[in-house]
T-cell receptor, first 112, second 114 residues
Framework: GQQLNQSPQSMFIQEGEDVSMNCTSSSIFNTWLWYKQDPGEGPVLLIALYKAGELTSNGRLTAQFGITRKDSFLNISASIPSDVGIYFCARAGITSYGKLTFGQGTILTVHP | EAGVTQFPSHSVIEKGQTVTLRCDPISGHDNLYWYRRVMGKEIKFLLHFVKESKQDESGMPNNRFLAERTGGTYSTLKVQPAELEDSGVYFC????????????FGSGTQLSVL
């Protein structure tokens, strides 16, 4: 089936640093989604991208839908301790938009 | 507005036993999904309800898994009999019909089969 390759698998950074993670696929997608999962909670939608080249921000988060429609990145600027968690990229299903395919996740640890 | 709620939050059972997980979606959300994350792997789709109808159950691992959504409100996912490889976190998510891809997830049920 369709797979998303998400990297890096984990990151250990100092508070205040910027973070970047990305997702790639061999197939073209129409929708990229970025979710964050806090410990003990379910994933929460951070940003949704619908057009190739689209750049969208949500506070300190910025995500872009790649021009080729096969990749996306998520940047977090000036990280803070509450940014800790697992970040997942996902693509929406073609016929059923809620049938998401997820990347493997990026575990982010922020040291104060 | 209450979010998606799941019960129990944790379940520890022995191989061969039966477990039933429950999900209460956000009120008014016709779409309801079940997903599962096995340790160290990605979150994977199990099935999709639209109201009380199963729209897509292509992700269900095998016939030991049975999902229901009687009346189009809450949903249950029963595993009978449970096997070791069924261990993982089971997430429920819901969404409006009009914004299908914007899923709201519950906190999940951590299932451990010993």
């Amino acid at each position: 089936g369709q797979q998303l390759n998400q990297s890096p698998q984990s990151m250990f950074i100092q508070e205040g640093e910027d973070v970047s993670m990305n997702c790639t696929s061999s197939s073209i997608f129409n929708t990229w989604l970025w979710y964050k999962q806090d410990p003990g909670e379910g994933p929460v939608l951070l940003i949704a991208l619908y057009k190739a080249g689209e750049l969208t921000s949500n506070g300190r988060l910025t995500a872009q839908f790649g021009i080729t429609r096969k990749d996306s990145f998520l940047n977090i600027s000036a990280s803070i301790p509450s940014d800790v968690g697992i970040y997942f990229c996902a693509r929406a299903g073609i016929t059923s938009y809620g049938k998401l395919t997820f990347g493997q996740g990026t575990i982010l640890t922020v040291h104060p | 507005e209450a979010g998606v709620t799941q019960f129990p939050s944790h379940s520890v059972i022995e191989k061969g036993q039966t477990v039933t997980l429950r999900c209460d979606p956000i009120s008014g959300h016709d779409n309801l999904y079940w997903y599962r994350r096995v340790m160290g792997k990605e979150i994977k789709f199990l099935l999709h309800f639209v109201k009380e109808s199963k729209q897509d159950e292509s992700g269900m691992p095998n016939n030991r898994f049975l999902a229901e959504r009687t009346g189009g409100t809450y949903s249950t996912l029963k595993v009978q009999p449970a096997e070791l490889e069924d261990s993982g976190v089971y997430f429920c998510a819901s969404s409006h019909l009009q914004s299908n891809e914007k899923l709201f997830f519950g906190s999940g049920t951590q299932l451990s089969v010993l």
